[in-house]
């Protein structure tokens, strides 16, 4: 078992930065990729970014390639989501997630599961 607690959200305007982290505790946290995901209102989660056990490689969703950064800290159990250039429709509850397989863009393919954190950007 897993336990993910995001924090870090808040209120910004647009064009701002936020850095998210999600601290885990339970089994090896080295043992699972993390994915950050997020769901606004009316709308279906979608996957943000993705990082592998290690750290070595990275993905991202189109919207956000190129502004946010994924990353993760083995030794102190957490994974963060730097956001840069916030948008708008960047606006949405933020959940981070562990899953055990290598590489996964599908939220079906996770585990555990955060309690989110909301982050909300005005124009």
């Known amino acids: 078992q897993v336990q993910l607690v995001e924090s870090g959200g808040g209120l910004v305007q647009a064009g701002a930065s936020l850095k998210l982290s999600c601290a885990a505790s339970g089994r090896t946290f080295s043992s699972y990729s993390m994915g950050w995901f997020r769901q606004a209102p009316g709308k279906e989660r979608e996957f943000v970014a993705h990082?592998?056990?290690?750290?070595?490689?990275?993905y991202y969703a189109d919207s956000v390639k190129g502004r946010f950064t994924i990353s993760r800290d083995n030794a102190k159990n957490t994974v963060y989501l730097q956001m840069n250039s916030l948008k708008p429709e960047d606006t949405a509850v933020y959940y981070c997630?562990?899953?055990?397989?290598?590489?996964?863009?599908?939220?079906?393919?996770?585990?555990?599961w955060g309690q989110g954190t909301q982050v909300t950007v005005s124009s």
């Open positions: 990082i592998t056990w290690g750290g070595a490689s990275t």
């Open positions: 997630a562990a899953s055990n397989y290598y590489k996964s863009y599908d939220g079906r393919e996770y585990l555990y």
